[in-house]
């Protein structure tokens, strides 16, 4: 789904300029692509932030409305003042319907796993997955469906069921999610088995001083001999 934002275009630049701005509630921004010249714009804060706040996120499909034309974009940089809760400045990528777009989607777990039913952990390894599709195909977000990952196992980017739509870019080989065990056990398991280590070392220094104890006896009775 579009979303539609009124915008004008902007003369001034620098510093003060953009402060003026932002302090009549609006937000400084530039809309580039497709060979076209850069277009310097603002936008009002309140209807940027509707326009962003979707379930689509930084993939939302945005009508911009110039001087009186209609120029399709998706946001690309957003920068924001975290203290104060502001948009600082946003730069918008012009596209067109019928060119594909490269977007990263982000992947949401779902399902019930076995080996979280049997005492295992998930591990959520990768956060979004990189595709290429046309604009109107990007999904709000991708399923990686963890239901039948047992304990000590995997999910890839090969496993995820994705729609034909997309062209994936991530590593197929790139894992996921993965279920192991709790950390406590995992810290036993690493104890219990340096210490196994240590023993059979141990063993060792102990069977080869016995051995060389052997040998300075054996070498002595030669002696005397």
């Known amino acids: 789904m579009e979303r539609k934002l009124k915008v004008e275009r902007r003369d001034g ?12 509630g609006k937000v400084p921004g530039v809309v580039y692509g497709r060979g076209g010249d850069p277009i310097l714009i603002t936008a009002d804060a309140r209807e940027l932030f509707h326009v962003l706040h979707t379930e689509a996120g930084m993939n939302v499909l945005v009508e911009l409305g110039v001087d009186g034309d209609e120029l399709l974009a998706m946001p690309r940089e957003i920068q924001r003042d975290h203290l104060r809760g502001q948009f600082k400045h946003v730069d918008f990528l012009r596209i067109a319907r019928d060119v594909k777009v490269t977007v ?14 049997t005492g295992g952990v998930v591990e959520h390894h990768l956060w979004n997955l990189h595709v290429e599709c046309l604009p109107q195909d990007v999904p709000a977000s991708i399923e990686a469906d963890i239901t039948h990952v047992a304990l000590n196992d995997s999910l890839k980017v090969a496993d995820l069921r994705l729609p034909r739509t997309l062209t ?10 993965s279920v192991v065990p709790p950390q406590v056990l995992r810290v036993e398991e690493e104890e219990e088995l340096e210490e196994a280590v240590e023993g059979e070392e141990a063993e060792a220094g102990a069977e080869g001083a016995t051995g060389e104890e052997a040998g300075v006896h054996a070498a002595e009775g030669g002696d005397q001999g």
């Not at 870019?169 to 894992?175: A, S, V, Y």
């Open 13 to 24: 630049t620098g510093k003060g300029s953009a402060r003026k701005l932002r302090a009549a």
């Open 104 to 117: 990263e989607v982000p992947v949401h777990i779902v399902g019930d796993s076995e080996g979280v039913r």
């Open 168 to 177: 994936v870019l991530t590593d197929p080989e790139e894992i996921v999610v």
